[in-house]
């Protein structure tokens, strides 16, 4: 398995070069799936960094993931978001991926919110649901490419790390209580990180099904990995893009343009879901 080796002083290179291309110096970060790039438009005061001028940072080669780093001011926070990420099935090491996780941490992010478009493996979700991530089945991470694969700097975090409050209690039910005052229906469910790009075979659902899994992606877990190997507290979202398909004599057909126009759809009910949830954190 591929991997790369960075080093802590590597992280606060990129960070000091972000510090000096903006005034802005954010204690939350946010990453956009597919389709929810238009998220960032709502932010106040905004300074925009393409990936390609980062160094160390991947292009996205994917549609839908505009691959900036924008800074600014949202519900009165200051944030830092990712507007697109980058995937290991574009042909990057898992360490590559999860570094603007790591950069993001050096610059004083504390509390990272993570979104994706992701299938409904569930059959209670349906196409535009949102869905609050409780925990998730690493299943990328479990047999092969996890991030913290390599020598481990214990500055960073820990050589075996705990992952039983990956997504953090209070976070979710402040998500929750948010929702429910907006009058947004949040379901709740176990995420699946699979490998990707290939959507899913129906015997695959089926397997997904039976293990647990509420809803499928190729993305989010190696973020959050990362992100509580730094301490960072996470809060997981997933857009619920479309219904998986079980049935191998089905005619439907999955598609990454069917992904970005949910993703679009849903925008303003998640927009408003991170808005109150950033309103309400503590300080």
Known sequence: MDHEVFTREEYLQIADFLRAQTAHRPAVGLILGSGLSALADEIIDADRIDYADIPGFAVSTVQGHSGRLVFGNLAGREVVMMQGRVHAYEGLPMQRVTLPVR????????????????GGVNPALKAGDLMLITDH????????GNPLWGP???SLGPRFLAMNNAYDRELRKLALAVAAGLGISLQQGVYAGLGGPTFETPAEIRFLRMIGADACGMSTVPE???AR??????????????????DVDSEEEANHEEVLAAGREMAPKLMALIRGVLERLPD
């Open 103 to 118: 950069v993001m941490a050096q610059l004083g992010v504390r509390t990272l919110i993570v979104t994706n478009a992701a």
């Open 137 to 144: 089945l690493g299943l990328m991470t479990m047999v092969g």
């Open 152 to 154: 481990n700097d214990d």
């Open 224 to 226: 959050v990995i990362v």
């Open 229 to 246: 190997h730094m301490g960072l507290k996470v809060l997981g979202i997933s857009g619920i893009s479309n219904a998986t398909i079980a």
